[in-house]
C-alpha cells in the first residue's frame, strides 16, 4: 500500500523559508511522478510543483517560480519542497501526491496517491 507522509510545515514570517518533505512507503519514487498541491482558505487545490519519474524534469506555477525547488532523494525515498522567500500569499495546506502523469506545461495530473497535507502560515 502506497503511503506519503508531509511534514515541516510551520509558522514562517515573510521572507523566510521551510522545507517540505514527502516521506513515500510501499513504493519507490522512480515509478511514478511526484507532485506538491496546495489549498488555500476558500480557494481550490492547485498544483505548484512537479519532478517527473523518467529524467527528473521539474515543473512550476508561476506563481512560485524561482522561489520554490523540488528535489528528490531516492535512498530515503523522499521528495523535498524547499521553499524560500514565502509571502502571505503562500499560506495553505499543502500535499503531496504520487502517480498520474507528468507535463512539462502543466505539471502534475491524474495522481493516484495523496498524503494528509501540511499546513504552512506566513505571518509576522
Known amino acids: 500500500q502506497v503511503q506519503l507522509v508531509e511534514s515541516g510545515g510551520g509558522l514562517v514570517q515573510p521572507g523566510g523559508s521551510l522545507r517540505l518533505s514527502c516521506a513515500a512507503s510501499g513504493y519507490n519514487l522512480d515509478r511514478y511522478a511526484i507532485g506538491w498541491f496546495r489549498q488555500a482558505p476558500g480557494k481550490e487545490r492547485e498544483g505548484i510543483s512537479c519532478i517527473s519519474s523518467s529524467d527528473g524534469s521539474t515543473y512550476y506555477v508561476d506563481s512560485v517560480k524561482g522561489r520554490f525547488t523540488i528535489s528528490r532523494d531516492y535512498a530515503k525515498n523522499t521528495v523535498y519542497l524547499q521553499m524560500n522567500n514565502l509571502k502571505p500569499e503562500d499560506i495553505a495546506i499543502y500535499y503531496c501526491?504520487?502517480?498520474?502523469?507528468?507535463?512539462?506545461?502543466?505539471?502534475?495530473?491524474?495522481?493516484?496517491?495523496w498524503g494528509k497535507g501540511t499546513l504552512v502560515t506566513v505571518s509576522s
Open positions: 501526491a504520487a502517480g498520474g502523469y507528468f507535463s512539462d506545461y502543466s505539471g502534475c495530473s491524474g495522481m493516484d496517491y
